[in-house]
């Protein structure tokens, strides 16, 4: 997965109709002693509610759960899931979840499989599972190739709506879109170093907004919301925040063939109200970098100044850029001739000014 725009045969067609299937399974050697009704509580509602406003009402995530714990065929650790999974194990995985839940489910009525483990699997990172075209799972008819397994990270209580997080991300990888924090950190405090909480597909722990640039992709954003630069001049608009479903989203400078800086407004509002600070948000973007190693780049205003924000808000905390008091106004990149300047700021949003000197 990467940030170029050309359909994948990979991915789920964005669409209106994101319809989910939640089963719920344990093994012999974990048996299962939660509620399945809480755990569907826990990681649902949120996450359709999110779906809702990200999208602008344009695509909807709906669940069905299946209230009743399934036996998996082999038992927990037997499925190589305790050091990450390779494709053939996670196929090997939801293929026997779909086994042992077919006589119950019609699986020909919806796009993806949700499969949540009871409580003490081996499963500790919930990861995405998705084929191309011919390598998914046949069942009832239909090919399943979109599905996201749950394990033990989901039943984090801090942050709060961490579950339900972690459901919008998954969702988002089969959706098509890459991961926004680096796959390759070794320290923790490197690991949201790229984009922070500024997009769920960086980090789930704020449960913030997808940025514009995704929403561009997935369609929720109209061409008409979106304003290019593409050579010397200047564009001077006034920019909605992303909770508002009207106006312009985002002005776009493309820097070359595969990168281009955007620059878009948030606000803390709606999904985006546990963010920690608000403003004029400029990343770049390069379609040629590939998940976990930085194809989203926030730039950011000033350096996050408190250890304590950092720890609630996440890295880059303090990146928009604004006009008052003590804020960064300015950006400016020589090397592409670009800079922006936040002109202001009303209920509509914030006013900025775009200027590319060159080519």
Same mark, same amino acid.
């Given at each position: 997965?990467?940030?170029?725009?050309? !359909?994948?045969?990979?991915?789920?067609?964005?669409?209106?109709?994101? %319809?989910? &299937?939640?089963?719920?399974?344990?093994? /012999?050697? &974990?048996?299962?002693?939660?509620?399945?009704?809480?755990?569907?509580?826990?990681?649902? !509602?949120?996450?359709?509610?999110?779906?809702?406003?990200? /999208?602008?009402?344009?695509?909807?995530?709906?669940?069905?759960?299946?209230?009743?714990?399934?036996?998996?065929?082999?038992?927990?650790? @037997?499925?190589?899931?305790?050091?990450?999974?390779?494709?053939?194990?996670?196929?090997?995985?939801?293929?026997?979840?779909?086994?042992?839940?077919?006589?119950? &489910?019609?699986?020909?009525?919806?796009?993806?499989?949700?499969?949540?483990?009871?409580?003490?699997?081996? +499963?500790?990172?919930?990861?995405?599972?998705?084929?191309?075209?011919?390598?998914?799972?046949?069942?009832?008819?239909?090919?399943?190739?979109?599905?996201?397994?749950?394990?033990?990270?989901?039943?984090?209580?801090?942050?709060?709506?961490?579950? %339900?997080?972690?459901?919008?991300?998954? #969702? *988002?990888?089969?959706?098509?879109?890459?991961?926004?924090?680096?796959? $390759?950190? #070794?320290?923790?405090?490197? +690991?949201?170093?790229?984009?922070? @909480?500024?997009?769920?597909?960086? %980090?789930?722990? $704020?449960?913030?907004?997808?940025?514009?640039?995704?929403?561009?992709?997935? *369609?929720?954003?109209?061409?008409?919301?979106?304003?290019?630069?593409?050579?010397?001049?200047?564009?001077?608009?006034?920019?909605?925040?992303?909770?508002?479903?009207?106006? +312009?989203?985002?002005?776009?400078?493309?820097?070359?063939?595969? $990168?281009?800086?955007?620059?878009?407004?948030?606000?803390?509002?709606?999904? @985006?109200?546990?963010?920690?600070?608000?403003?004029?948000?400029?990343?770049?973007?390069?379609?040629?970098?590939? /998940?976990?190693?930085?194809?989203?780049? &926030?730039?950011?205003?000033?350096? @996050?100044?408190?250890?304590?924000?950092?720890?609630?808000?996440?890295?880059?905390?303090?990146?928009?850029?604004?006009?008052?008091? *003590?804020?960064?106004?300015?950006?400016?990149?020589?090397?592409?001739?670009?800079?922006?300047?936040?002109?202001? /700021?009303?209920?509509? *949003?914030?006013?900025?000014?775009? $200027?590319?000197?060159?080519?």
């Amino acid at each position: 997965m990467s940030e170029g725009t050309a !359909p994948s045969e990979l991915s789920l067609a964005a669409g209106t109709d994101l %319809s989910a &299937v939640m089963i719920f399974v344990d093994f /012999s050697d &974990v048996r299962a002693t939660e509620s399945t009704a809480q755990l569907h509580n826990k990681l649902v !509602p949120n996450a359709r509610a999110w779906y809702a406003e990200a /999208s602008y009402g344009r695509a909807t995530l709906d669940v069905t759960p299946v209230h009743r714990w399934f036996r998996m065929a082999l038992g927990s650790r @037997d499925y190589g899931i305790e050091n990450g999974l390779t494709f053939a194990e996670h196929k090997g995985y939801v293929a026997d979840a779909i086994a042992a839940a077919d006589a119950e &489910v019609d699986f020909s009525r919806y796009r993806i499989v949700y499969v949540v483990a009871a409580r003490g699997s081996a +499963l500790q990172r919930s990861p995405a599972f998705h084929a191309v075209p011919g390598d998914g799972i046949s069942v009832d008819g239909v090919e399943v190739r979109h599905s996201a397994t749950f394990g033990e990270d989901v039943r984090e209580v801090s942050p709060p709506r961490y579950g %339900s997080n972690v459901v919008v991300h998954e #969702t *988002g990888h089969l959706l098509g879109l890459p991961d926004l924090y680096d796959g $390759t950190a #070794t320290d923790y405090s490197r +690991l949201f170093r790229f984009t922070g @909480d500024w997009d769920t597909m960086g %980090s789930t722990n $704020t449960g913030a907004h997808f940025l514009a640039w995704h929403k561009w992709k997935l *369609g929720w954003i109209d061409q008409t919301q979106l304003t290019c630069l593409h050579g010397p001049g200047e564009v001077t608009a006034t920019i909605s925040p992303a909770a508002t479903a009207s106006g +312009l989203k985002a002005i776009v400078v493309p820097t070359g063939p595969s $990168t281009a800086f955007v620059i878009e407004a948030r606000r803390r509002s709606g999904q @985006d109200a546990r963010l920690c600070e608000e403003g004029v948000l400029i990343y770049s973007v390069d379609a040629l970098v590939h /998940s976990g190693a930085g194809p989203i780049r &926030v730039q950011p205003a000033q350096r @996050d100044r408190h250890p304590d924000l950092v720890e609630s808000c996440g890295a880059l905390y303090n990146a928009p850029f604004d006009r008052a008091a *003590g804020e960064n106004a300015h950006f400016q990149n020589r090397a592409a001739g670009v800079t922006v300047e936040v002109l202001g /700021s009303n209920r509509a *949003g914030y006013r900025v000014r775009v $200027t590319r000197s060159w080519l």
